[in-house]
């Protein structure tokens, strides 16, 4: 379980964040969405450490992230797995080598349990026997699979996805969100997924969160996001004409 | 603002030299940073040495013409000005432009494509990672690359001052050979180290923090390389009134 309380961040005289609190259960995919200056990514940037918030709470279970330093925190980040938005793959190393090179670095398992494992993550996002392929040599959609096997090669409770479906075409989109879906059940990761894709929203979001102009305005279920009489989330997420027809018929 | 940078180059070398999460691996890249910096960087020392050796002789015989100083003193001259200020200051020079430029993109690139932000989530001191090995292999590799700069110089000033006939072999052979004084290689091999230190150091510096996309990592490795030329100026000078 994340909590998240009272959060609150700026940069320089720009407030991104302003009070948001929220609860990410574990087994549960949790969307944030919101349109693109919303915080979004900031937000999420906070609960993984990569910004400060200039004041509230990140609690893992009940240890308060933010309060740690660096060396603290270390125990709660190798519990937590990654997708970025651009994969960040590391450029000079080979897909097995990026997968394998967490558990080189914190673990005690030969060679041989290394790759074992870097080939099962493989196999689990559908990626067998591309071990020896550079980052360059990969498509986007397989760039972000790979993302996805790296940020589960140390089996992390804590799963944080920005933007896993940007610059996917809308099957791949698919694939990669049921993949997200599939090894949130299995593992019983708690899954933050920061996104503005609709499909993913309607999809996949057992909890969403609304951000509007650095400041949360709903909270809810997919099943509930239909019948909300928020005007800027209708606004945001029934915004073409065939979104709108959609909602009609729901 | 030079403070403000000060302070973060100063806060970013405190993150650099914390322990090592495993050794191993950091060893493995120290090895492959020796690699690039010095094996890859032996070609154009040896070009850039060799000729300025040669040339410096042949200048300095042309403005000793006298018959009340021996030729050999064109070899020491040139020995002594390689030793302590051309294979060094000159060498770091090349290498602040070869090698700073390069470790400025390549760590400006994994800031830009969020590979470091991908270290720090995996719980690993990304200063550490990327910039210690760099700094040891430039500390230790920066020297030689010296070493060998000087034993060129003094080789191309052989062939360079005998093949124009500004000097005989024998007579340039007197003369480097002559009233060698050791302290001057010490002078060159601290001048190395140091030069080492800030090609790595600063250029890592600049491409760490930069911010935005191609264009400003591009930016950064430029700037990277002016510092650090200042820097290695700045250096030789203190260093040269300090120990001379």
């Not at chain 1, 005289?13 to 979004?40: T, W, Y």
């Not at chain 1, 397989?142 to 992390?156: C, D, F, L, Q, Y």
């Not at chain 2, 090592?20 to 032996?42: F, Q, R």
């Not at chain 2, 494509?113 to 690993?124: K, P, R, S, Y």
Request: proline share 3%; charged share 20%; glycine share 10%.
């Amino acid at each position: 379980m994340i909590t998240v309380q009272d959060i609150y961040k700026s940069f320089g005289d720009n407030e991104v964040l302003r009070g948001i609190s929220a609860k990410f259960e574990p087994g549960k995919i949790s969307l944030i969405i919101g349109g693109s200056g919303s915080g979004k990514s900031t937000l999420l940037k906070c609960m993984v450490g990569l910004h400060e918030p200039n004041k509230g709470k990140v609690l893992y279970q009940d240890q308060d992230f933010t309060r740690m330093n660096f060396e603290e925190r270390i125990p709660i980040r190798k519990e937590i797995g990654m997708l970025f938005q651009n994969s960040a793959l590391f450029d000079s190393m080979t897909v097995e080598e990026n997968i394998t090179f967490p558990l080189q670095m914190f673990s005690d398992m030969s060679k041989k349990e290394r790759i074992d494992r870097a080939n099962f993550c493989l196999e689990r996002v559908n990626l067998e026997g591309r071990n020896e392929l550079f980052p360059a040599e990969l498509s986007g959609g397989m760039k972000k699979r790979v993302g996805i096997a790296r940020a589960i090669a140390m089996t992390p409770k804590y799963l944080f996805c920005d933007e896993p479906n940007s610059g996917l075409d809308p099957r791949t989109s698919i694939v990669i969100d049921e993949l997200i879906q599939d090894i949130t059940e299995e593992y019983n990761t708690t899954t933050v997924v920061v996104t503005h894709d609709m499909n993913s929203v309607m999809g996949i979001g057992q909890y969403i969160l609304f951000l509007y102009q650095g400041e949360k305005r709903w909270e809810g279920s997919n099943k509930e996001i239909a019948h909300t009489d928020v005007e800027e989330l209708n606004d945001f997420v029934f915004a073409s004409p065939f979104m709108k027809i959609a909602k009609e018929k729901f | 603002m030079f403070f403000t940078s000060f302070g973060k180059y100063l806060l970013l070398l405190k993150s650099v030299f914390k322990k090592p999460e495993k050794a191993s691996i950091y060893w493995k890249e120290i090895m492959h940073e020796m690699n690039s910096i010095g094996v890859g960087s032996l070609g154009l020392i040896a070009i850039i040495s060799t000729f300025i050796g040669a040339v410096m002789t042949m200048q300095i015989a042309f403005q000793l013409v006298s018959d009340l100083i021996p030729n050999s003193i064109i070899g020491q001259i040139n020995r002594d000005s390689s030793i302590l200020e051309l294979s060094p200051t000159i060498s770091a020079l090349v290498l602040a432009g070869k090698v700073g430029s390069s470790i400025s993109s390549q760590i400006g690139s994994m800031r830009v494509t969020e590979q470091i932000d991908a270290l720090e989530i995996m719980g690993i001191n990304a200063p550490g990672y990327l910039i210690l090995p760099k700094i040891l292999a430039g500390v230790t590799m920066v020297p030689v690359l010296v070493i060998l700069s000087i034993f060129l110089a003094l080789s191309g000033g052989l062939v360079g001052g005998s093949l124009s006939g500004a000097v005989t072999a024998s007579d340039y052979i007197m003369g480097i050979t002559g009233d060698f004084n050791g302290y001057t290689v010490a002078v060159a091999l601290v001048k190395a180290f140091v030069f080492g230190f800030v090609i790595t150091s600063v250029a890592a510096y600049h491409g760490f923090y930069v911010k935005g996309g191609a264009l400003e990592v591009g930016q950064a490795s430029t700037q990277g390389v002016v510092v650090s030329c200042i820097m290695i100026l700045a250096t030789d000078y203190i260093l040269t009134a300090l120990m001379l």
